[in-house]
């Protein structure tokens, strides 16, 4: 355990909690069961009342902040390698049969955790690539005046 925690950095029990924060964003927003943001707002008396708009857009913005930090963090590179991932591992699924075909329901569990691993990672993205490469990732911004 020291040395996995000594090659990615952090703690597991922090990359658990970006990993989770992640799944609450994305199977909040939607997903089979009904129990999401998204079916609260449709089936509610009144889905304009403005609470229901608000709780919306706030789950947007929350959603919004995890997929631009997400794509920040893995870059190009980082999104082929999960997509390469995510393939292998929905292959593995039906072959193992945990994902059928014939139930929208299961493949819809596979996207939502795929896309949850996915928010999880790019969370964690540039802690991995500090630890693993010694570089620092950081944005260019402009300055406050512009230049």
């Known amino acids: 355990m020291k040395f ?4 990615i950095g952090g703690s597991i029990g922090g990359y658990m909690l970006r ?19 998204y079916h609260y707002v449709v089936n509610a008396n009144n889905p304009m009342d403005a609470w229901n708009i608000l709780l ?3 789950w947007v913005i929350f959603l919004m902040t995890l997929s631009i930090a997400t794509f920040k963090a893995l870059g190009l590179v980082g999104k082929v390698i999960f997509l390469i991932f995510a393939g292998a ?6 072959q193992e049969g945990w994902v059928s075909l014939e ?45």
């Open 4 to 7: 996995l925690k000594k090659t």
């Open 56 to 58: 919306g857009v706030i």
């Open 89 to 94: 591992l929905a292959y593995l699924s039906l």
């Open 103 to 147: 139930s929208p329901e299961s493949i819809q569990w596979f996207v939502l955790i795929a896309l949850s691993m996915l928010g999880g990672f790019g969370l964690s993205g540039a802690i991995f690539w500090r630890r693993l490469t010694g570089q620092v990732v950081t944005d260019e911004a402009l300055d406050v005046d512009g230049t």
């Open 19 to 37: 990993f989770i924060t992640s799944a609450v964003l994305v199977i909040g927003a939607w997903n089979p069961m009904e129990f999401s943001i």
